[in-house]
């Protein structure tokens, strides 16, 4: 299958899927969120892969969804067919990822903002470079975390520091994410792909059909509550894009000023 904007490479039983808009920093679109789904759905039921990297190409992860313009946000409202929806996509990436019976490693080679921020969440593991960004930053535009960032991050560091991040928009460096027990490890930038390689590398020499089990067992309890979350931020993701606050968040972002926020 040809790609346009991401790819996909097979070698020594890993996949390794990179996010390819360099130019917009791998932000992702409807044909972005397409084809990562497919890369997913494709590696997860070919028996030669026993393992998946997620990656970003140049200097980002990706800087979370490509919205051009209060116009582009306010269309979000609108509930359409699943592949021409955004917020239905990245639902389907990141139950993809949880599901799959096989190990997902993010390898965090720059900034991740937004629902991005979250695609990595989802990985069974991260390995992170010493200049990545975990940008949890949807309150900055007026928006609420999607992508499952309101499961996975309570859960992992408690609701009082998830709260300050998610509300204040805090950005947080590689070693605080680290302290904070979000990454596996973090490493020099110019090693994080062949760190994070070689993780799924050990992981592909194990028994297959034991992780399989091991990621589903992990994931029993996990998998109901998280469609809650997602559904839950899709809905209230709609209602405020079409919000003052939200049209003036994305507007002063583009024109490089402060949002002046009316509660609106």
Known sequence: ????????????????????????????????????????????????????????EGRAFSAGADVKGAEALVGLQKIREEKQDILKLVVRVVLTI?????????????????????????CDMIIASEKAKLAENFINIGLVPDGGGTFFLPERIGYQRAAEIFFTGKILSAQEAFDLGLYNRIVPPEEVLTVAREMARELAQRPPLAIAAGKTILNRELIPRLRAYLEDEAYFQRQMVATQDAKEGITAFLEKRKPQFVGK
């Open 1 to 56: 299958m040809e790609f346009e904007t991401i790819r996909f490479e097979k070698a020594e039983r890993i996949a390794t899927i990179t996010l390819n808009r360099p130019e917009s920093m791998n932000a992702y679109n409807i044909v972005m969120l397409n084809e990562l789904t497919a890369a997913l759905e494709e590696a997860a039921v070919d028996d030669e892969i026993r393992a998946v990297v997620l990656t970003g």
């Open 98 to 122: 949880r599901q799959m019976p096989k190990p997902v490693v993010a390898a965090l080679n720059g900034v991740a903002a937004g629902g991005s921020a979250n695609f990595a969440l989802a």
